[in-house]
């Protein structure tokens, strides 16, 4: 993906895996997630899971992924 948009003007964030990326979540504002859902340590299902309890919690709008 980060190829694929390499000459866009966008700033990209990549996570080793879904509990990095969940922190990452929560420690930044992200217009959009792009999840895999085979990533070590957290899968992209139970990551996302995550990621909407915490946008609930917290009554922030859902974030694309």
Same mark, same amino acid.
């Given at each position: 993906?980060? =190829?694929?948009?390499?000459?866009?003007?966008?700033?990209?964030?990549? =996570?080793?895996?879904?509990?990095?990326?969940?922190?990452?979540?929560? =420690?930044?504002?992200?217009?959009?997630?792009?999840?895999?859902?085979?990533?070590?340590?957290?899968?992209?299902?139970?990551?996302?899971?995550?990621?909407? =309890?915490?946008?609930?919690?917290?009554?922030?709008?859902?974030?694309?992924?």
């Amino acid at each position: 993906m980060k =190829a694929f948009l390499k000459d866009e003007n966008y700033h990209i964030d990549q =996570a080793e895996n879904g509990k990095i990326g969940v922190e990452m979540f929560m =420690a930044n504002k992200y217009h959009l997630v792009l999840m895999d859902v085979q990533m070590p340590i957290m899968d992209g299902h139970e990551a996302t899971r995550k990621i909407r =309890a915490w946008e609930y919690l917290h009554k922030n709008k859902p974030t694309p992924i």
